[in-house]
């Protein structure tokens, strides 16, 4: 089986990451074909506009192999994002190549703001799509008949793939090799690039974890993340607050006013949603899932997962696996 071949747009003002990225995912993918020997998946080239090098926003400079005059046939064409894609003499070079020639590539994804590039020749129109949270708005405003998830990380919608920022694009490109190679080839491009999870399309862009870093500037900024890293350590008010150095009492006030919740609650989700991205990318039994997240016992832990997702662990996984979730639709107790 030959490799897929895959292209990638370059341009002046392109985002390096959302371009070099995913390069690097399907340049990783290959298959062990034994004593030794490795089969290439995908042949990854760039094409750029013309044949002169392209400069990134950051100031690297790329040489493309291809223009777009000479772009030789492809299986999938990806489309980064950038500053210069939303220059309007470059987007209309690039939506116009793309108008005419996506009819004849199986798949086409974009990588953030590569939307901006795609969006104006109208084969997105009435599709979901997804792009960078800080852009979904001003997509939406400026394409009405896309419907814009401004949460997903990825979203599969027809041949067309749109993802979130940078990240999202190595995730969106985890989620196409497993769809062309199954699980086993994506798992381990996962591992070359040390990526720490495969993450699910629909999953929401910005991380509860990184919310409350956020939203906290006092002593509160750092302890959601340490938390999550923590979760089948003793989490009580009396051990949370001693590493907060305030009183029981006064802590788990400023935790509510902070957060938004009871330490309890908060801490129950923190443990509840990781255990269903344990349950969702391995098959540990659900005793063993339950200790690792903290739940006294299996029981409890059943107990709290069908309280929060209306469905149990074990049938929850049984639907994961049913769905086989790389680009999964979000619905209530069908992965984010």
Not at 6 to 35: M, N, Q, R, S
Not at 238 to 249: G, I, K, M, S, V
Request: glycine share 8%; proline share 4%.
């Amino acid at each position: 089986m030959n490799p897929k071949r895959i292209g990638f747009l370059g341009f002046d003002g392109i985002t390096a990451l959302d371009l070099v990225g995913p390069t690097e995912a399907f340049a990783a993918a290959v298959i062990d074909e034994g004593k030794g020997g490795f089969r290439r998946c995908y042949d990854v080239l760039t094409i750029g506009l013309t044949s002169r090098p392209f400069v990134a926003e950051s100031g690297v400079i790329f040489k493309a192999h291809k223009t777009l005059r000479t772009a030789p046939a492809l299986d999938t064409l990806v489309v980064p994002g950038g500053r210069g894609l939303r220059n309007t003499k470059t987007n209309a070079i690039v939506s116009g190549w793309l108008k005419g020639r996506t009819g004849r590539i199986r798949r086409v994804a974009t990588v953030c703001t590569g939307i901006y590039g795609l969006a104006p020749t109208g084969l997105l129109d009435g599709r979901r799509v997804t792009t960078h949270w800080r852009f979904a708005r001003d997509v939406a405003q400026r394409f009405p008949k896309l419907k814009v998830d401004p949460n997903a990380l990825f979203l599969k919608d027809g041949c067309f793939y749109t993802s979130a920022g940078i990240t999202a694009g190595i995730d969106l490109s985890l989620a196409l090799i497993e769809e062309d190679y199954g699980p086993s080839v994506a798992l381990n491009v996962a591992r070359e690039l040390v990526v720490y999870l495969k993450r699910s399309g629909g999953q929401e862009q910005y991380s509860e974890p990184l919310q409350f870093q956020v939203q906290s500037t006092d002593r509160f900024a750092d302890l959601a993340a340490w938390m999550l890293g923590h979760l089948a350590q003793d989490l009580s008010v009396e051990a949370l607050a001693e590493r907060t150095r305030l009183c029981p009492r006064h802590f788990s006030r400023r935790f509510k006013h902070a957060f938004g919740s009871t330490p309890a609650a908060f801490i129950e989700n923190l443990r509840l949603d990781d255990a269903r991205r344990r349950l969702a990318i391995s098959d540990i039994n659900i005793e063993n899932v339950a200790s690792s997240v903290g739940f006294h016992s299996a029981d409890a832990f059943r107990r709290a997962f069908e309280r929060r997702f209306d469905v149990t662990p074990s049938s929850y996984r049984s639907r994961f696996a049913a769905n086989s979730g790389a680009f999964s639709k979000r619905s209530k107790g069908v992965p984010r």
